[in-house]
């Protein structure tokens, strides 16, 4: 199984989402879990795993069935030595589970993605990883279900964070 995962910030509360689906070719899902949570701590410059993490952690911890992978909407490494949200994650799951990045926005000293294109779009995804190599998780997002440059299950996430 895999899991897609997102947060969503409002005045009063957190949302996290995590679509749960078999294969990277799949078009649906195989389950979905949202969970509200207090308000985020506020944003603190080159913390920003501090904010997501404690939301990320609730989702994945309802989740029952056995993991593959999990990819986030963001930077596993925002550099060469630079760990990202994606990289925190790792290591708070005790480095047993590979954790995917695919961010929509090239990050300024971000090397370390590779680029993926997808549909007819001329804008890449920017992929990293930890835990596999990120060449493989790229060519895992590029085989997603879905025309556009974003991944259906990956929209998926993204709205029902939104609309929960």
Same mark, same amino acid.
């Given at each position: 199984?895999?899991?897609?995962?997102?947060?969503?910030?409002?005045?009063?509360?957190?949302?996290?989402?995590?679509?749960?689906?078999?294969?990277?070719?799949?078009?649906?899902?195989?389950?979905?879990?949202?969970?509200?949570?207090?308000?985020?701590?506020?944003?603190?410059?080159?913390?920003?795993?501090?904010?997501?993490?404690?939301?990320?952690?609730?989702?994945?911890?309802?989740?029952?069935?056995?993991?593959?992978?999990?990819?986030?909407?963001?930077?596993?490494? @925002?550099?060469?030595?630079?760990? $990202? /949200?994606? %990289? #925190?994650?790792?290591?708070?799951?005790? &480095? =047993?589970?590979?954790?995917?990045?695919?961010?929509?926005?090239?990050?300024?000293?971000?090397?370390?993605?590779?680029?993926?294109?997808?549909?007819?779009?001329?804008?890449? @995804?920017?992929?990293?990883?930890? $835990? /596999?190599? %990120? #060449?493989?998780?790229?060519?895992?997002? &590029? =085989?997603?279900?879905?025309?556009?440059?974003?991944?259906?299950?990956?929209?998926?996430?993204?709205?029902?964070?939104?609309?929960?």
């Amino acid at each position: 199984m895999l899991a897609c995962l997102d947060v969503d910030y409002r005045p009063d509360e957190t949302v996290a989402a995590c679509v749960l689906f078999q294969d990277w070719e799949e078009a649906t899902e195989a389950g979905h879990l949202v969970e509200h949570g207090p308000a985020a701590e506020p944003y603190e410059p080159g913390q920003f795993y501090r904010r997501e993490m404690p939301h990320l952690l609730k989702v994945l911890a309802a989740v029952h069935e056995p993991l593959e992978a999990v990819i986030i909407d963001g930077y596993v490494w @925002l550099g060469p030595d630079k760990p $990202g /949200l994606g %990289a #925190h994650l790792y290591e708070a799951l005790g &480095r =047993r589970l590979p954790v995917i990045g695919v961010a929509k926005t090239a990050f300024h000293s971000s090397r370390v993605a590779v680029p993926v294109l997808r549909g007819q779009s001329r804008r890449p @995804l920017f992929v990293t990883a930890v $835990g /596999l190599d %990120a #060449h493989h998780a790229a060519e895992c997002v &590029r =085989r997603m279900y879905g025309p556009s440059r974003l991944p259906t299950l990956l929209s998926r996430v993204d709205r029902l964070c939104r609309d929960s």
